[in-house]
Each structure stands twice: as structure tokens, then as C-alpha cells.
């Protein structure tokens, strides 16, 4: 008996010994991170700059984002708005699109204008140095665009191949019908134009809307990175102060549709089903909007969340799964999309809801909490450690009118989050039932696996 | 614009990491450029070591490189290279499944990997206290794999869902990153499939796996990357601790990777079902890295296809709008330091029907030619200046890990990170001759080869 138990003992003690060896080492102690500041200055006419000294590489990056977009194009106006910049882009009523390329390129730059549901954006990196040169372009190109005649049928030649070939993308294809059906008869649910939309288009139609929306009231100038402050406000001064104050900030109100709606979109023999599924949910302005963002990263916002760990890490249904709560003014949506092998399109949707609803009735564990709430606290230091991520996280707070606490205070309201809090946000705020389904895949194959349409989802 | 592009890199997790763009130095003097601190060593076991401190934020990036990418895989294991990165996550001799990723994530980091032409890369990006952590992890699997055969059925399952979201469900999926190596090149080793069939990828079983460990995953087959703000003496203290104790293996001989010099146009076309526009596509094989002319291509790259200012930028979109962008580089999938054997300069881009891939191929012989007559150390000049800005925009990418993606190719493959420090000297020795020199050899009609999409969707 006596030599039994030493033998056993041993076991145990090889297998603590295992343990102790097994377990990772704790960190050090964590370091203060300060958030970088900014400076901001407001002009009469309404334009504004903002700029934040970051990092030791000799670059800026500099964006001029202007609150206006594809939200603010007619029904019969889609990508009117893409229109207007790229033909924006293509020179000044002082210098054409040759000339200036090269002298941006001779600051080791590009310039790069593009077109969100709700903002316009003119941005580039250029070296130190030639940050008050670069921001002298940008302002000319906003506020002194030639918008060539001659370049006019070219670029709507671009539009339609683009459109085109986007349309043939699965991904897209699901963004389609998905927005449309959330955003209906809304700008924001206005996708794709038609070839003959953008037949149509004329270039009085594109100076318009240049007239119409861009001023010094929407526009806000960051500057992040490297550089001289002085010289850089300097140009700003000099070069946006005269501009036009233009159109106050405004976009049309909206209400995103909530149904169970269930949307196939037919892709002959294709591999895979692309999923998106969602609803309409809490905007940045709500109180329980970081305890949403914490239940996302939970639910399927991160590698290790439960969707992702569930779908992909366990049953291998795809790759590519992830969620997210995505903002427009005025409207955010809850978001889960995945690329699943075709065959196990109605598995996937199974498991997904089932973890919704888990979430949803049951409270986490402090531990999965924490692990979550010190993930984005980590996040939360990325995104603040590199100049266009610190800009989007500035224009962020702007765009839906959030104080500096939002930031300063994000951490402390992260970790005040609670498991209940979790549950009840989900329960209340991301319910399956109330979720709008598009599949875009091979109609046949998922109409097999579908048993009863109305329990299997 | 509602628009979508896909990220050419094989890798585990789909997120969208910055491009790895096209670097290189300045013609400006050496006290402008930017010098990068570096600490190099290497430990018994013959672990290579770079150390290099950054305190702009109190984050670190840790990055464990291979030296074993997709090109020299096993012959009848095509993407096995690859899947094997996937394995890497599945568990360790002290961290099971999803521990390694769970450790990072709860810790506030994020972390992924991905497989190269010639490495296999892991990496986190971690809050500056959990040095110590993310080195024994890294360690943990650096030491032996505890996986099953479940393991391994889960992730042929998701590597399959991988190369249906980014290949076979895509219009021009896989065009032209995977496919112009499998035309252009002639040795199997750059000419394979590197995303796999999905047959091979079936194949494979666990007892590949272990012998693929053995055979490439060993200490001194690998570099150790620290980026950001730590402690040198600490770090060092740290490393010998975990990595010296794990012992070395001998390496495979390499194969012989070499390409014959190309002396004819070579010219393909691919059916697409599910493209609706034709593209193309036109590589030209490069000159041996490290040459005189290597640097050269590096500018002839800027000049000819990387901005607005471009040549084949102007004449492509501005001059003839046969198409809205023309993407171009050296190395589709990384930069022209990040690779270490045959490789192409490509671009390309999608088009109209009404265009003829023969008129788009006048101009780029248009656009060479000029090049080859009218180069000024003016061009010269702009190309360098243009290559020291993306320089700079890959070392301040991704929170470190541009800047730590280099050091760890330099170490592998050169056994000397400081190279990054002196790009700028090499760069310094192109002249506007050796430019005309280098597009005569190496932009020859007779050294490239087409790849033309022809789409069958309506």
C-alpha cells in the first residue's frame, strides 16, 4: 500500500511539476500609455484643424475629411458623389493632374481622394518637410478644382468598370442586398448606380453637388506624425481661411428597417455561402455603446470569441467569420459575416444563433470577461499608436459628437462593464430573431439543407 | 466607393495588414536618414537574435521568422507550407488549442502569421509589460507541437475555406499573385501552386506535420525579432531563458531554386468564369538580389508604376484610359527585401473588352523605351525620394512590425539586419546608365511573360 501511494504521489507531484512549468509567466508591471495630444483650432469660416505630434519617423499624414458622401446623392444619383472626386482629383484651376502628381510625388508623396457613405476624404503622406507645401495642394484641389471637361467620359468609363467587376464579387454582392434591405429607400441603402445612371451624368450634375456639399463648415484638416506645427498652420491659415463656409453639417435622418427577412442571392455552383446577417443596434452616442463594443469583441469581434472559436476554430465551416458594429450618422448596424463551405451553410447559421442567444441568456464568466476587457484596453493603446489610426479615432469623436472623455475614459468604462451588462446588451440590442439574413451562394444546395425555412434559421 | 479588394498573403487570420509596398533609401546624406538601432546575436543553439528598441509607445512587437516559405515545400504537398502555419496555433507542449491565441488576446494583443515565398512568419503585437509572456509562448512552440488528428482535419477544413474565399468563389481570384509564378517560372520550386490543390491538402496527415517540424522548425533554422519599447538587458535575459535550452537540428540542403535566363516573350491566357472584364497581367523577371542592377529595378519600379506620376500610370489611365489602376511591384506578396530567390516585377490591371491586350502591351514597350532613352538623374532623383517616403511608411507600419518584417528577412537571409541601415548607400549608386543598363537586360520584351484573363462571365 505504502509504495502505491508514493507512486501516485509522484504522479501528482510530475503533474504539478508539469503545471507549474505549463503555465505562462506573468507580465511585468503595465507602462502608463498617454494619449497623444491634439490642437485644435477653429477658423470663422467654420473650418477647423486638428494636429497631433506622433512618433520619431519623418512623415505626416494629412487628411482633409469633408462630412459629405454618398449619402448625400439623389435616388437617381448613385456614385455621383465618386464622380465629383475623382474628378476633382484630376487637377486644379491652376495646376492639371501631370504637374501635380509630380510635385507630390517630389514629396514622397500621392494624393488619394475617396468616397465614404458620409465623408470625403483627400489624404496623403508625405515627408516632414513637406507638410505646408502638401497642405497647399490639398487646399487647392478642395477649393479650386478644375473639373476638366475632357476628363469627364474617362472616368465615368472608370465608374461602370468598376462597378462591373464589383458586382461580380460574392462579398459585395451580400453588401448589396444586405444594406438595400436595412436601408431602404435611403441613400445609405443605394448601393450600386446603373450603367445608364451613370450615363447620364453631366458635368453641371458633378459641380452641383461640388456646390452643394463641400465648404469650410464640413471640413475638418489632421495632421498626425512628424513635423513642424507652426509652418503647418501656417499653410492652413493662409490657404483654407478664405474658403467659402458652404453648407452647415447635415444628414437626412434616418431609421434602419429591423426584420427576419431571409435573402438568397443565386450563385451558380459557387464553393462557399457568403453570410451576412444583422439588425439595427446601439449608436456611439447610447451609454451602453462600449459595453456593445465589449460584447462584440466577446460574441465575434475577435479571434478568440465564441462565433470565430465555435464555426471556424472548432467545426473549420470557413476562415474568414468576423462581427462588428458598423456607424453611419444617425445609424449603427450589428454585423456577422462569414464565408462558409456551401454544404455547411444552415450549420453555420445554427451555430451562430445559437451562440447569440447563449450570450444573450447567460451572463459570462468574470474570467471571459476580463480577457475581453483587457484585449480592448490593448486595442484601445493600437489604435492610438499610429497616425491614421489616431486620426480616424479623432475624426470618430467628431463625426458622432463625442467629447474627449469618450477617449480619456474609454479603459475605465471598458473595465466597468459588467457580465450581466453583457448579457443584457445582447439580449436586448443583437437578438437573432430580429436579424436580416442575405446568403449569396448556390440556391440549389442551400435550399437542400434548409429543412422548415422559417426553423431553420 | 463601395469597393472590395482582396489581400494577396497567405495567412491565418483575414484581417487586412497594410500592404507591404515597394522600399528603399534617399539620395539625401547620411545624417538626414533614419538609423534604426539594432542589437544582433545569436544564441548556442544558433537561434539568430535582433533586438531593437523603440519607445514611441508603450507596445512591443515580438516576431518569430522561419526560414522555410511555400517555394521549397514537399513535391507532392503542395500548400503544405502553408497549412502547416496554420498548425502553429493548435497547440504547444504547455498551451493547447486557442491557449496561444487566448494568452495574446486576454493580454491586449493581437497576433497572426502567414507563409512567404521563402519564410513562415508568427508575430504578436503586445502592451510593452507582456515581454515576458509572449517570449515564453513563442518558445513553448518553438520547443514541440501537441496536436491530433482533429486538429489537423479542423484546419484542412478552414485552409480550404481559405482558398475558396480568396481563389474559387472570386472573380480574378488568385490573378495574378498566385498564378504568375506557376507561368512565368520554369523551376517547380517557384512554379507550384502555393495555396495547394485541394486534394494535397487533403492528403496530408499528422505524421507530415511532426516530420515537417522536425525537418525546419528548429533554432537555428529561425530568427527572433523584439521591436519597441522594452529593455535590452532584460530581453536578453528573458531569451536565454526560454530559447537557449531548445536544441538545434541539422537542416535539409537547400534546392537548387535557380531560373534559366528567359530568351522568349512567353504569352497565356486563363479562362475566368467569374470575371466579367478582362485583365492582365506582365511580369519580368528580376536580376539576382543585391546586384547593382536589383537596386536599379528598385527605382525603375518607382518611375514606371508606383503613383499617380508614374509612366505607365499616366499613359494607362490618364493618357489612353484603357483602366482606372495599374498595381505594380517587386514581390506580390511582401517587398523587395522580403524574399530570397527568382522573383518577377509585375503589374497589372482589369480593363474593357472594346481595349486589345496588344495595345496595352504597345504602351508598356512605349513606356520602357522612354525610360531606357530619356533617363535624367533628375528621374533618378525623384525615384529615390519617392523611395525613401514608402521606406519610411513600411518601418512605421503596423505598430512595429514593418520595421521588424525587415530586420527579420535582413538576419535570415543576409545574417545582417543592419543592412536596413545602409539601403540608402546602395540605393546612392544607381546612376541614370546603370538604369538604361538594367531595363535593357531586364525589361526585354523576350524576358517577360503576359498573363491575359479572359472572362466568361456575362
Request: charged letters at 20%; aromatic letters at 10%; a neutral charge.
Amino acid at each position: 500500500m505504502k509504495k502505491i501511494r508514493i507512486y501516485i504521489l509522484a504522479i501528482i507531484g510530475l503533474l504539478n511539476f508539469n503545471l507549474v512549468i505549463g503555465q505562462p509567466p506573468s507580465g511585468s508591471t503595465p507602462k502608463d500609455f498617454i494619449l497623444p495630444a491634439k490642437k485644435v483650432k477653429n477658423f470663422p469660416n467654420g473650418f477647423r484643424t486638428t494636429m497631433v505630434q506622433f512618433g520619431s519617423i519623418p512623415k505626416a499624414t494629412i487628411s482633409l475629411i469633408i462630412k459629405t458622401g454618398n449619402v448625400h446623392e439623389g435616388p437617381n444619383e448613385v456614385w455621383l458623389a465618386d464622380l465629383t472626386s475623382q474628378l476633382m482629383k484630376e487637377g486644379t484651376t491652376h495646376m492639371n493632374f501631370k504637374t501635380l502628381s509630380k510635385k507630390v510625388a517630389q514629396m514622397g508623396g500621392d494624393v488619394n481622394i475617396s468616397v465614404g457613405q458620409s465623408q470625403t476624404t483627400i489624404t496623403g503622406t508625405v515627408l516632414s518637410e513637406y507638410v505646408p507645401e502638401f497642405i497647399k495642394v490639398v487646399a487647392d484641389l478642395v477649393m479650386n478644382p478644375a473639373f476638366p471637361a475632357s476628363e469627364l467620359e474617362r472616368i465615368k468609363g472608370d465608374l461602370k468598370r468598376q462597378y462591373n467587376v464589383d458586382k461580380t464579387v460574392p462579398q459585395s454582392q451580400a453588401a448589396e442586398k444586405f444594406y438595400g434591405a436595412l436601408y431602404k429607400g435611403h441613400p445609405y441603402g443605394q448601393y450600386y448606380p446603373t450603367e445608364e445612371m451613370i450615363n447620364r451624368y453631366t458635368l453641371q450634375m458633378v459641380k452641383d453637388f461640388y456646390n452643394k456639399n463641400f465648404g469650410a463648415k464640413r471640413s475638418v484638416l489632421y495632421v498626425a506624425g512628424k513635423f513642424d506645427e507652426a509652418a503647418a498652420n501656417v499653410a492652413a491659415q493662409t490657404a483654407f481661411s478664405k474658403w467659402k463656409p458652404g453648407a452647415a453639417v447635415f444628414y437626412p435622418p434616418v431609421k434602419a428597417v429591423t426584420s427576419n427577412d431571409t435573402l438568397i442571392v443565386d450563385r451558380k455552383g459557387a464553393p462557399q455561402t457568403t453570410i451576412m446577417v444583422g439588425l439595427p443596434t446601439l449608436t456611439p452616442k447610447d451609454k451602453d455603446y462600449v459595453p456593445q463594443v465589449v460584447a462584440n469583441s466577446m460574441l465575434a469581434g475577435s479571434f478568440g470569441s465564441r462565433i470565430t472559436s465555435n464555426i471556424r476554430e472548432n467545426k473549420g465551416y470557413t476562415y474568414s467569420p468576423f462581427g462588428f458594429i458598423r456607424n453611419v450618422p444617425g445609424s449603427s448596424l450589428w454585423i456577422e459575416q462569414a464565408d462558409v463551405t456551401s454544404e455547411h451553410t444552415i450549420d453555420a447559421l445554427k451555430e451562430i444563433e445559437k451562440e447569440v442567444d447563449r450570450l444573450g441568456n447567460e451572463p459570462p464568466s468574470k474570467d471571459e470577461l476580463e480577457g475581453i476587457q483587457k484585449y480592448e484596453a490593448g486595442i484601445f493603446v493600437l489604435r492610438n499608436s499610429d497616425p491614421a489610426a489616431i486620426i480616424n479615432q479623432l475624426n470618430f469623436l467628431d463625426l458622432y459628437h463625442l467629447d474627449d472623455s469618450y477617449l480619456t475614459n474609454y479603459v475605465k468604462n471598458v473595465y466597468k462593464v459588467t457580465p450581466e451588462k453583457v448579457s443584457e446588451v445582447v439580449k436586448n440590442n443583437i437578438s437573432y430573431p430580429k436579424m436580416t439574413l442575405i446568403m449569396v451562394g448556390d440556391r440549389d444546395s442551400i435550399q437542400r439543407q434548409i429543412v422548415s425555412p422559417k426553423k431553420a434559421f | 466607393m463601395r469597393y472590395t479588394t482582396s489581400q494577396p498573403v497567405l495567412k491565418l487570420l483575414y484581417v487586412a495588414l497594410p500592404l507591404l509596398l515597394l522600399i528603399g533609401w534617399t539620395d539625401k546624406p547620411k545624417d538626414n536618414a533614419l538609423q534604426i538601432p539594432i542589437t544582433y546575436y545569436k544564441l548556442n543553439n544558433g537561434l539568430k537574435v535582433v533586438l531593437s528598441q523603440d519607445k514611441t509607445s508603450p507596445i512591443i512587437a515580438v516576431g518569430v521568422y522561419y526560414n522555410i516559405g511555400f517555394r521549397i515545400e514537399p513535391k507532392n504537398r503542395t500548400g503544405f507550407a502553408h497549412l502547416f502555419e496554420h498548425m502553429m496555433f493548435q497547440g504547444s507542449k504547455n498551451l493547447g488549442k486557442m491557449e496561444f491565441i487566448k494568452l495574446v488576446q486576454k493580454n491586449g494583443g493581437v497576433l497572426n502569421g502567414s507563409t512567404r515565398f521563402d519564410f513562415t512568419n508568427y508575430f504578436e503585437v503586445m502592451p510593452a509589460h507582456m515581454l515576458k509572456p509572449t517570449l515564453w509562448a513563442e518558445a513553448d512552440r518553438m520547443s514541440g507541437l501537441a496536436i491530433t488528428d482533429a486538429n489537423l482535419i479542423n484546419q484542412q477544413g478552414v485552409v480550404k475555406n481559405e482558398v475558396k474565399v480568396n481563389v474559387l468563389n472570386q472573380p480574378y481570384g488568385g490573378f495574378p499573385w498566385l498564378d504568375m509564378p506557376q507561368y512565368a517560372n520554369e523551376n517547380w520550386y517557384n512554379a507550384h501552386n502555393f495555396y495547394g490543390d485541394l486534394a494535397d491538402l487533403d492528403s496530408a496527415k499528422l505524421e507530415d506535420v511532426h516530420q515537417f517540424f522536425k525537418t525546419y522548425y528548429a533554432p537555428d533554422n529561425a530568427v527572433l525579432v523584439i521591436v519597441g519599447d522594452f529593455d535590452i538587458a532584460e530581453a536578453k535575459k528573458i531569451i536565454d531563458q526560454y530559447f537557449n535550452v531548445i536544441p538545434s537540428s541539422p537542416l535539409p540542403n537547400k534546392p537548387d531554386l535557380s531560373e534559366p535566363r528567359q530568351e522568349k516573350e512567353k504569352r497565356f491566357t486563363k479562362e475566368d468564369k467569374l470575371a466579367n472584364k478582362p485583365a492582365i497581367a506582365v511580369a519580368y523577371k528580376m536580376p539576382d538580389k543585391n546586384t547593382p542592377e536589383f537596386y536599379a529595378m528598385g527605382l525603375i519600379d518607382q518611375l514606371m508604376v508606383q503613383g499617380h506620376d508614374s509612366k505607365l500610370y499616366q499613359a494607362m489611365v490618364q493618357e489612353k484610359g484603357y483602366t482606372d489602376v495599374v498595381n505594380g511591384g517587386i514581390n506580390y506578396l511582401g517587398n523587395m527585401f522580403d524574399y530570397n530567390g527568382p522573383m518577377v516585377w509585375m503589374s497589372d490591371m482589369t480593363y474593357d473588352s472594346t481595349t486589345s491586350a496588344d495595345s496595352i502591351i504597345h504602351q508598356y514597350d512605349k513606356a520602357i523605351n522612354e525610360l531606357m532613352n530619356n533617363i535624367t538623374a533628375e528621374d533618378v532623383k525623384l525615384a529615390s525620394i519617392k523611395l525613401r517616403s514608402s521606406l519610411y511608411d513600411q518601418i512605421g507600419s503596423f505598430y512595429g512590425f514593418g520595421k521588424l518584417n525587415l530586420l527579420a528577412s535582413f538576419a535570415l537571409f543576409e545574417d545582417n539586419p543592419a543592412k536596413i541601415n545602409d539601403l540608402e548607400n546602395e540605393f546612392n549608386k544607381v546612376t541614370p546608365e546603370l538604369v538604361k543598363k538594367t531595363a535593357k537586360e531586364y525589361l526585354r520584351s523576350t524576358n517577360r511573360t503576359i498573363l491575359i484573363i479572359d472572362p466568361k462571365a456575362h
